[in-house]
């Protein structure tokens, strides 16, 4: 059985900072891929961030310069620091990663349960 498990959202005011962490766990033989999506009230999921196992990384236009993604493949797990929040960043962010678990022969996209963040004064 395999979890992804999120923390670190929470209230933050405008201009405030917040990091979220998403640890992998369960029967896993390898990582490929990991990121961020979000959701916000009445809109649609979308990306945040991901970055490779290579370490290569991918944005959003929207968090360009003020979030980034990073992992720690020791540990399974995916990070975002999010910095000079605005309010129009409130949503709930679930983390994502492509795993490759024992009996399987493909990798396959494992979602958390979200997080929520909410920037506001």
């Known amino acids: 059985q395999v979890q992804l498990v999120e923390s670190g959202g929470g209230l933050v005011q405008p201009g405030g900072s917040l990091r979220l962490s998403c640890a992998s766990s369960?029967?896993?033989?390898?990582?490929?891929?990991m990121g961020w999506y979000r959701q916000a009230p009445g809109k649609e999921r979308d990306l945040v961030a991901a970055?490779?196992?290579?370490?290569?990384?991918n944005y959003a236009d929207s968090v360009k310069g003020r979030f980034t993604v990073s992992r720690d493949n020791a540990k399974n797990t995916v990070y975002l620091q999010m910095n000079s929040l605005k309010s129009e960043d409130t949503a709930v962010y679930y983390c994502?990663?492509?795993?490759?678990?024992?009996?399987?022969?493909?990798?396959?996209?494992?979602r958390g349960q979200g997080t929520q963040v909410t920037v506001s004064s």
């Open positions: 994502h990663a492509d795993l490759l678990v024992y009996g399987a022969r493909l990798y396959k996209q494992y």
């Open positions: 369960g029967s896993i033989l390898s990582i490929g891929d």
């Open positions: 970055i490779t196992s290579g370490g290569r990384t």
